[in-house]
């Protein structure tokens, strides 16, 4: 538990140290505040409204950090370190993930205030935030994955950029194309964005996010495998 708490320590200065982080956890919360106060937006195009500005908190907010949390721990050795301490794959993602599912809890809260939506999500709103918080910690996840096994910051953020650009485009472009909807159907996004699809028509009945607990458990056991891994060669 203390070498959780050390590392929450240390990202917490990781992000106040980092101007850009704090805009990228920023934007989507005034995206919303934009297209919530001072756009004005017709009632069908509502909710494609919310799962936008979730999206992108998602990708921004939550999934930026991770890469930018790694890529620095890399560049100034820290990670090394840290392995070399005897930190275990549990301590290293579970302080990993602090921040961005705090970030993704008041983004998933507060979005739907902002944006003037949260009158959609009566009746549904169990299944509004279990599917979010599995999508947010699928996209930390990935970003995680391709942090550990990037070598350089350069190449992260370099890496991450097509899954930055999935998480916040693929759910409003598939809608205009069968290809792109099956893709869609079958990405991370599938299960938010059918949600959202579903409540766009008024059906309230939801089946089961088998795509997202298919690609949440994979991704547990590919990073901790990542880690594991750097882990053994950083001690060599």
């Given at each position: ?83 070399l301490a005897g930190i275990n794959s549990f301590e290293y993602i579970s302080a990993t993930l602090f921040f961005p599912v705090i970030i993704g809890i008041i ?112 991704l547990i056991i590919i990073n901790v495998f990542l880690f594991k891994r750097n882990q053994r060669q950083h001690i060599k």
């Amino acid at each position: 538990m203390m070498r959780i708490k050390a590392l929450i320590w240390l990202r917490t200065n990781i992000i106040w140290s980092n101007k850009n982080m704090l805009i990228l956890i920023a934007m989507p919360f005034m995206m919303s505040i934009f297209y919530g106060k001072w756009m004005v937006i017709p009632e069908e195009q509502r909710l494609a409204i919310l799962l936008m500005c979730l999206a992108m908190s998602f990708a921004f907010a939550a999934g930026n950090m991770v890469v930018n949390f790694i890529a620095e721990e890399k560049e100034k050795n820290n990670l090394r370190a840290l392995m070399l301490a005897g930190i275990n794959s549990f301590e290293y993602i579970s302080a990993t993930l602090f921040f961005p599912v705090i970030i993704g809890i008041i983004a998933l809260v507060t979005v739907p205030q902002l944006t003037g939506t949260a009158k959609y999500l009566k009746g549904n709103i169990g299944s509004y935030m279990l599917l979010g918080l599995m999508t947010m910690l699928v996209v930390v996840l990935l970003n995680l994955m391709i942090a550990i096994a990037s070598k350089t910051q350069t190449q992260a953020q370099i890496t991450a950029l097509p899954i930055t650009l999935m998480t916040t485009f693929l759910p409003m472009v598939a809608g205009i194309n069968p290809v792109l909807q099956f893709i869609n159907n079958y990405t991370f996004m599938g299960d938010f964005t059918l949600f959202f699809n579903n409540l766009s028509i008024g059906k309230v009945s939801q089946s089961p996010p088998y795509v997202s607990c298919t690609w949440l458990v994979f991704l547990i056991i590919i990073n901790v495998f990542l880690f594991k891994r750097n882990q053994r060669q950083h001690i060599k």
